[in-house]
């Protein structure tokens, strides 16, 4: 398709003049353009696909980047981006050094608020919106959110908050045909034409305020005619929900049909109330292949073609597939596991273990907390629940794992995907955290295993362990080795492995840094540095009567981790170290006490020196010094 109209618009206000067949083409132009970069750069796809008519019209009839758009999540706001003066750059969309796959304040003026996690529009909207009472501005402001995102009850707790102070916003729930109403009817858009209709809503508030002089009783008559507007409403509209909490609900109408979008947005911007409009889409739309499974093509990998043969699988075998097998090993041998996951069931592997073990299997939507609460309910009754949960996401749980799992030392088992560098979708989603944030929880087992056939270990392990919570820790990326056939060890708790035996600097890993250890130690060995390598795959407890033979074999001591140091395993071992009386010097290599920006794993994770080649290069500067000083 030749591009005669997007290549041209600078901004928003570019399109604002523009004639229905001309946002027509427009929008055609923007889905062959994002199916086109997409397939060829990677990136996500079918839920932006979903949206181009929507974002389209939300920026032709508001004045952004005055009046705001707040955009759940943000990896559904590529079109956005397009129209937004990022034409030029978008081949570089999740790129190192090239534009966010999620929103960003810092890229863009018209990105107002960036989130990586879902459910959070609403809320950030509503401080957008009720920030107009203390500054004298006065500006529009829209959220929209997903059917998806409306499982998390963050989006609830704000429109409880935003219906009870009536504040003057519109949210648009993009309803993909997955849950929540029926699909779009006539009968539905017809409703939706009179209800949006200036003169139906003159007409209502005029009856309102003319209830209110009639003789039999101002509070009388306005409670009967209430009552009849509630009744007529339960009857026809199906958003009763959302009018029960302050919000005059619009809708369904075809989120495809660019037409209706601008007549509705357009008559119902200007309510000074809540509003809630309620669009129909399909994910992928535009795109067969994502039509049909836009589950599959809701993230996909580069593969240099736009022929919709997008790749969408790891070349090897990764933890996350791993973790689905012995999912299913384990539950053909134990009838007492369940697994847990918030939405997230491709992506950390348990799609498999869902469709054999379907009664065994509860996807409790984007709800992290309740996840945990609910895993701990089971726990207490005998149940041994294994809950999925990304890193970067189980941090909304935080209090439910202390309070509800912790204290009561129930025994879940908590597996976390992405940990450390989880890629191009960068700083919200990388997994940088969980090491400092679960050590510090009394009497909980943290753990990483250093490939496939440990993870089986410690999972195993998990499952046998009856005094707490157990978190296994993985990063995106190869399993490096797995038997699917292998047998399960029982590891004794808090232990250490001495993989390769050395004299001079211990170099103490964890995860799969401990294979870059091992490299390091055998490129140092040519060079006549002995290194030991060990696997420290207890993060907590740690192997104290290791760290205690440390004490008197080795001056120099280096952690390897991939998550941030401060916090992190490293500053661990040094405090445990520093407090039994160690006279040596102990490094620590991790992640900056900063956010890292998007990028290939790989590259991130040499940028900031967490790879073999930093560990050569720290030994060397160690022994260099240490003939000096002599």
């Known amino acids: 398709m030749q591009l005669k109209l997007l290549p041209f618009i600078k901004s928003p206000a570019d399109i604002r003049n523009?004639?229905?067949?001309?946002?027509?083409?427009?929008?055609?132009?923007?889905?062959?353009?994002t199916i086109d970069v997409v397939s060829e750069v990677g990136g996500h796809l079918s839920s932006t696909l979903g949206v181009v008519e929507l974002t389209v019209a939300l920026h032709k009839v508001l004045n952004t980047p005055v009046d705001k758009i707040i955009w759940d999540v943000g990896h559904q706001a590529y079109a956005h981006k397009l129209i937004t003066g990022r034409f030029d750059t978008f081949p570089t969309i999740r790129q190192y050094g090239g534009l966010s796959g999620f929103l960003k304040r810092s890229e863009s003026e018209y990105d107002v608020f960036g989130a990586g996690h879902a459910s959070t529009s609403i809320s950030a909207g509503m401080g957008i919106a009720e920030s107009q009472k203390h500054t004298n501005e006065n500006f529009k402001v829209v959220s929209v959110i997903g059917d998806g995102a409306m499982t998390g009850g963050l989006a609830y707790e704000a429109l409880n908050n935003a219906g009870h102070l009536?504040?003057?916003?519109?949210?648009?729930?993009?309803?993909n045909e997955m849950s929540i109403s029926p699909n779009v009817g006539a009968i539905n858009t017809y409703l939706t034409k009179i209800a949006t209709n200036p003169i139906y809503n003159r007409i209502r508030d005029e009856i309102w305020k003319l209830s209110g002089k009639l003789p039999i009783g101002k509070k009388t008559t306005r409670s009967l005619f209430h009552r009849l507007e509630e009744s007529l409403k339960?009857?026809?509209?199906?958003?009763?929900?959302?009018?029960?909490?302050?919000?005059?609900?619009?809708?369904?109408?075809?989120?495809?049909?660019?037409?209706?979008?601008?007549?509705?947005?357009?008559?119902?911007?200007?309510?000074?109330?809540?509003?809630?409009?309620?669009?129909m889409t399909k994910k992928g739309k535009g795109m067969g292949v994502a039509e049909e499974d836009p589950v599959k093509y809701h993230g996909v990998k580069p593969n240099g073609s736009s022929n919709g043969k997008v790749k969408t699988s790891e070349p090897t075998i990764s933890f996350q597939d791993v973790f689905g097998s012995l999912a299913c090993e384990i539950a053909r041998n134990r009838e007492d596991m369940v697994c847990i996951t918030a939405a997230m069931g491709?992506?950390?592997?348990?799609?498999?273990?869902?469709?054999?073990?379907?009664?065994?299997?509860?996807?409790?939507?984007?709800?992290?907390g309740h996840g945990v609460t609910f895993a701990a309910g089971l726990a207490t009754e005998g149940v041994r629940p294994i809950v999925a949960i990304y890193s970067t996401f189980?941090?909304?749980?935080?209090?439910?794992?202390?309070?509800?799992?912790?204290?009561?030392?129930?025994?879940?088992?908590?597996?976390?995907?992405r940990s450390g560098i989880a890629g191009e979708d960068g700083p919200t989603h990388h997994g940088v955290l969980d090491i400092a944030y679960l050590k510090c929880i009394q009497d909980l087992v943290l753990v990483s295993p250093k490939d496939g056939n440990e993870l089986r270990h410690l999972l195993y392990t998990a499952l046998d362990y009856q005094d707490g919570p157990f978190a296994i820790r993985y990063p995106k990326a190869s399993s490096v080795t797995f038997d699917p056939h292998g047998q399960a060890e029982l590891l004794p708790i808090g232990s250490w492995e001495?993989?390769?035996?050395?004299?001079?600097?211990?170099?103490?890993?964890?995860?799969?840094q401990v294979n870059d250890a091992l490299g390091a130690a055998k490129e140092l060995s040519h060079l006549g540095i002995s290194c030991e390598v060990v696997n420290c795959r207890f993060i907590k407890p740690m192997d104290e009567a290791y760290l205690t033979s440390i004490k008197n074999r080795f001056n120099?001591?280096?952690?390897?981790?991939?998550?941030?140091?401060?916090?992190?395993?490293?500053?661990?071992?040094?405090?445990?170290?520093?407090?039994?009386?160690?006279?040596?010097?102990?490094?620590?290599?991790?992640?900056?006490?900063?956010?890292?920006?998007?990028?290939?794993?790989?590259?991130?994770?040499?940028?900031?020196?967490?790879?073999q080649e930093a560990i050569i290069e720290l030994v060397r500067s160690i022994k260099q010094l240490s003939k000096i000083n002599i």
């Open 18 to 33: 523009y004639s229905p067949k001309e946002l027509r083409q427009l929008v055609e132009e923007i889905r062959f353009h």
């Open 166 to 175: 009536r504040t003057p916003m519109l949210v648009v729930l993009n309803d």
């Open 234 to 279: 339960s009857l026809l509209v199906p958003g009763m929900l959302f009018e029960e909490l302050g919000f005059r609900y619009f809708g369904p109408i075809d989120g495809h049909n660019i037409d209706e979008l601008v007549q509705t947005i357009e008559r119902i911007k200007d309510l000074k109330t809540p509003a809630l409009l309620h669009i």
């Open 346 to 368: 491709e992506g950390t592997g348990l799609v498999p273990f869902a469709k054999e073990f379907p009664n065994r299997y509860y996807d409790v939507g984007i709800a992290e």
């Open 394 to 417: 189980l941090q909304r749980a935080f209090d439910h794992i202390v309070h509800d799992v912790a204290i009561q030392h129930l025994p879940v088992v908590f597996c976390l995907d």
């Open 498 to 512: 001495t993989l390769l035996p050395g004299t001079e600097v211990a170099l103490l890993a964890l995860g799969p």
């Open 556 to 611: 120099n001591v280096i952690t390897i981790e991939e998550g941030i140091v401060t916090g992190g395993f490293g500053e661990g071992v040094t405090a445990w170290l520093t407090l039994n009386g160690y006279k040596g010097n102990v490094k620590t290599i991790g992640l900056p006490d900063e956010y890292i920006e998007h990028g290939q794993r790989e590259l991130l994770l040499k940028k900031f020196g967490v790879c």
